[in-house]
């Protein structure tokens, strides 16, 4: 039997080193756009590569068909990646909050560790070719590349894999070429596809003025004026909007709403720990005790240097008021800020900037490999 991988991605090598593991006898050719193996991998966690999680359920996964993840997961759950890991000298460094990353902290040395495995299984690499179309005659299939501008031919595959990933981070060649020819040749469907795990854009005019200030955050994600989502975690200032964990994460269910114009909005709430009178409290007990100091300087210490002056601002209250001059409404304003600071989402940072996509080939019309298939 003879096999076509499309992409060298994380899902391209595991399915290649899988399908050689069934059946050693097999050819498997691993195609791939780029001059290496898993470019994706190695930008992953900021190069430390956050290569799974220790925790996984079908509702860590969007999708209109939970299904479909709920049968992958029962094939291959995280003890099975771990063996696997293991199997290729792999370890793993499982952290307390279910982050697991390779315990050398490097995502070179999992892609170099993929690539020898790869290898030692006799996998054809095939780098620098892009495959931009896919025939089928009499049960076999023909695939069309370019590669420095020349057009080539390869034929006779049993069975093509198309795991060439969506259009997430184009300058290491991600594309959509594999969800097109799915789409143009072999009569699949997709959804709109966009750009997720990503920064978003606000209207927020005084970005630049609080740019790289970093908190922890409840961010509460709104559209149309319905709460949809609520997550806790890292949240940073930038000068186009907001960035970190929570939005990275809240992106995922930001991104569809924005491209069908509807109203996005995000919530901030800098103490989420403690109610809204709490925090009402502290600042009025604050004030109280120290009624000559400067009212902005004093915030400083609760929220940052550069958030402090801008919640003034926001507010209309003047900066160089004294403590003991800011009145109960003013005080309402900053705690009101404070928990529940509102942005309007105006945009995205692109698939430029994005981790992942969303949309792509409808999962229903995929079907369950059998174990066996390979066996043949
Ligand atoms: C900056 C960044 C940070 C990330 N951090 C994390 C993280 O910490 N943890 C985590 O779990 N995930 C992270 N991700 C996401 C993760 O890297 C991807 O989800 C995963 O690598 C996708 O694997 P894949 O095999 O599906 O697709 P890809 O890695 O996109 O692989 C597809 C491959 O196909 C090739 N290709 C595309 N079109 C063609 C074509 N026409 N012909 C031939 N080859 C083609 C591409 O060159 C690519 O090598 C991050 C992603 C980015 C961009």
């Not at 143009?184 to 609080?210: A, R």
């Not at 806790?232 to 992106?251: A, E, H, M, V």
């Not at 720990?273 to 100091?293: A, D, T």
Request: glycine share 6%; aromatic share 8%.
């Amino acid at each position: 039997m003879k096999i076509a991988i499309i992409g060298a991605g994380a899902a391209g090598i595991i399915a290649a080193i899988t399908a050689k593991r069934i059946n050693q006898k097999i050819q498997i050719d691993l195609y791939d756009a780029n001059k290496g193996i898993g470019k994706k991998i190695l930008a992953s966690g900021n190069g430390r590569c956050n290569i799974s999680n220790s925790d996984i359920t079908n509702e860590n996964y969007i999708g209109e068909n939970p299904d479909f993840v709920s049968y992958a997961l029962k094939q291959f759950n995280f003890n099975d990646f771990e063996k696997f890991c293991k199997s290729i000298g792999l370890l793993l460094d499982i952290k307390e909050t279910n982050k697991v990353y390779p315990l050398s902290n490097e995502a070179k040395s999992v892609v170099n560790l993929l690539e020898e495995t790869l290898i030692s299984l006799d996998v054809n690499i095939i780098y620098e070719t892009r495959i931009i179309d896919i025939k089928k005659d009499n049960d076999k299939f023909e695939l069309i590349s370019v590669s420095n501008e020349e057009k080539k031919s390869f034929k006779d595959y049993d069975k093509v894999l198309i795991s060439s990933g969506l259009a997430a981070a184009p300058q290491l060649n991600a594309t959509e070429d594999g969800m097109n020819i799915a789409v143009s040749k072999f009569g699949h469907s997709s959804n709109i596809t966009y750009p997720s795990l990503v920064g978003l854009q606000t209207d927020f005019e005084l970005s630049t003025k609080v740019q790289g200030v970093k908190k922890e955050a409840l961010v509460a994600l709104y559209v149309d004026g319905q709460k949809e989502k609520e997550i806790f975690g890292d949240l940073l200032f930038t000068k186009y909007g907001l960035s970190g964990f929570s939005i990275l994460d809240i992106s995922q269910f930001a991104v569809l709403p924005l491209e069908y114009y509807q109203d996005v909005q995000l919530s901030i709430n800098l103490f989420p720990n403690k109610n809204r009178n709490e925090v009402l409290g502290m600042i009025e007990s604050l004030f109280k005790s120290l009624p000559n100091q400067s009212a902005v300087l004093l915030l400083t210490g609760i929220v940052s240097n550069k958030l402090a002056p801008i919640i003034f601002e926001i507010n209309k209250i003047d900066k160089e008021s004294l403590a003991k001059d800011i009145n109960a409404k003013q005080i309402r304003a900053i705690v009101n800020t404070l928990t529940n600071w509102r942005f309007k989402v105006t945009g995205t940072q692109g698939f430029q900037h994005a981790e992942a996509s969303g949309g792509g080939i409808r999962t229903d019309e995929v079907d369950k490999p059998a174990r066996n298939s390979f066996n043949s």
